[in-house]
T-cell receptor, first 112, second 114 residues
Framework: KAGVTQTPRYLIKTRGQQVTLSCSPISGHRSVSWYQQTPGQGLQFLFEYFSETQRNKGNFPGRFSGRQFSNSRSEMNVSTLELGDSALYLC???????????FGQGTRLTVV | QKEVEQNSGPLSVPEGAIASLNCTYSDRGSQSFFWYRQYSGKSPELIMSIYSNGDKEDGRFTAQLNKASQYVSLLIRDSQPSDSATYLCAVNIGSGGGADGLTFGKGTHLIIQP
């Protein structure tokens, strides 16, 4: 069956702009979580959605937000981009919160 | 604050030998434990999950969990050059109101020498 699909794969944005990333989970999976990966900090949890509700949130500023739609697809938004937001953004889907999570290929965001 | 600790390596293992990767975690409420493999420039790939104390085997991989010692490990038997990658340990405190996503270690860089 199809895996987790993230779009776009690559983005280049200017400081101060905003960006929206998309994630389509594995069919039947209702939990979608987002992570930021950087060389210095590793993989860090952003937030998790289940049945269109944000269940958990990591320690990131309010510029990072997300939502989940009724078909379980999810989007995350970053406003007022900063250079430090340059990272690989990964989406993972799972059947339930706390169960095995499968990652998409990620979106590489570069802020210039 | 939840922490997951791994030796960053690199861990160098001869081809055909057993590679042993270790991980400790700080939160005693942790309930789910996962090992991911990540090749350079790629996204993490789930290798093993383990939820209860003891060993869990899947092909050449064995995950071991000791909740009393807050320790989880991954053994790779008959190591192959294609196993060369960064291995990430991830811990989830549980589902429902107490969970806050997966906490990842920084990863161990494994090199299998032909």
């Amino acid at each position: 069956k199809a895996g987790v699909t993230q779009t776009p794969r690559y983005l280049i944005k200017t400081r101060g702009q905003q960006v929206t990333l998309s994630c389509s989970p594995i069919s039947g999976h209702r939990s979608v979580s987002w992570y930021q990966q950087t060389p210095g900090q590793g993989l860090q949890f952003l937030f998790e959605y289940f049945s269109e509700t944000q269940r958990n949130k990591g320690n990131f500023p309010g510029r990072f937000s997300g939502r989940q739609f009724s078909n379980s697809r999810s989007e995350m938004n970053v406003s007022t981009l900063e250079l430090g937001d340059s990272a690989l953004y990964l989406c993972a889907s799972s059947y339930q919160i706390g169960t095995e999570a499968f990652f998409g290929q990620g979106t590489r965001l570069t802020v210039v | 604050q939840k922490e997951v600790e791994q030796n960053s390596g690199p861990l160098s293992v001869p081809e055909g030998a057993i590679a042993s990767l270790n991980c400790t975690y700080s939160d005693r409420g942790s309930q789910s434990f996962f090992w991911y493999r990540q090749y350079s420039g790629k996204s993490p790939e789930l290798i093993m999950s383990i939820y209860s104390n003891g060993d869990k085997e899947d092909g050449r991989f064995t995950a071991q969990l000791n909740k009393a010692s807050q320790y989880v490990s991954l053994l790779i038997r008959d190591s192959q050059p294609s196993d060369s990658a960064t291995y990430l340990c991830a811990v989830n405190i549980g589902s429902g109101g107490g969970a806050d996503g997966l906490t990842f270690g920084k990863g161990t860089h494994l090199i299998i020498q032909p």
